[in-house]
């Protein structure tokens, strides 16, 4: 998905446009097929969209299930990759310069650093205080971080990242760590585009009420193939033009009496759609007869409007 702010919602959408059906383990045994691992599908799908864009920046987030280190460098020449951090992660110093005439293998990290989970009880970690706009939909929130270089190595294997380490002054969220493969990237940028992921989790949601996906009755494997990504598709196109006619008449979020929503929702974007298509010229062909009864506007008007919002 691509992460914009939707100028009609003042807040950031989640914008499906590619998408792979990633079977699961017992699914490919079963059928005796080699099984493909989740970060392998992102591999593939993120150096895709490089391609692509191959002159663009790409910011690619993705939560902790990509926080591997064989796919983060596998990317991170095309892609600038953001995922959780494990507190308890091996973190090291880059290895000191060697001299010359040194005996023995080179040194592939230095010293270890002080794990993240100990930094958080200690007293003489140095804090910053930061205002951090859109978190996770909430608005700003003002946390603590602490930032730093390191090489996150595990035994054969290792990758240069920026970790970012926070704590909510309230108290209310646990303390969390994040990863950036960008090592010169600001930490509060890193939040911000992170904290952009909860718009994922809304699209989904959305695309289940509203749309029907993961309530497909097909019998063959590939109309659900085909289904799925084609409902994903209609979810950004109907944002698409939510958006150009919002551009002509502004939407009216349509709220109830407990319900105050000032802004709309994506139940507004495809209500607008819906009575965009439904009320054009050339749709009313019916044709007149003695048995035609003609409906007033205003009743036509009504039954528009509450299809608009059915589910």
Known sequence: MILPEIAFARRVWGLPFLTALAPSERYSTQRRRRHKKLTDWGRQLLLQVARWLPNRQIIGVADSSYASIDLLNAVRSRVCMITRLRLDARLFDPPA????????????????????????????????????TGWYGRGERIVEIISGTALWHHPGRFVPIRYVLVRDLAGELRPQAFLCTDVKADPINILRWFVRRWSIEV???????????????????PAIARTTPALLGLFSLVTLWAHELHAKQPMMPRAAAWYAKPLPSFSDAI?????????????????????????????????IGAACYAA
Do not use: M
């Open 97 to 132: 310069r060697r001299h010359r005439g040194t005996i023995g293998r080179p040194r592939v990290v230095g010293t270890r650093q002080t794990n993240l989970a100990e930094r958080l009880t200690d007293p003489k970690t140095r804090w910053r205080r930061v205002k951090v």
């Open 203 to 221: 699209t989904f949601a959305e695309v289940r009420r509203h749309l029907g996906v993961e309530s497909q009755r097909q019998w063959s494997d």
């Open 271 to 303: 209500a607008l759609v819906r009575r965009e298509l439904w009320t054009r010229p050339g749709l009313d062909t019916s044709a007149n007869g003695p048995e035609t009864i003609e409906i007033p506007r205003t009743a036509i008007n009504a039954l």
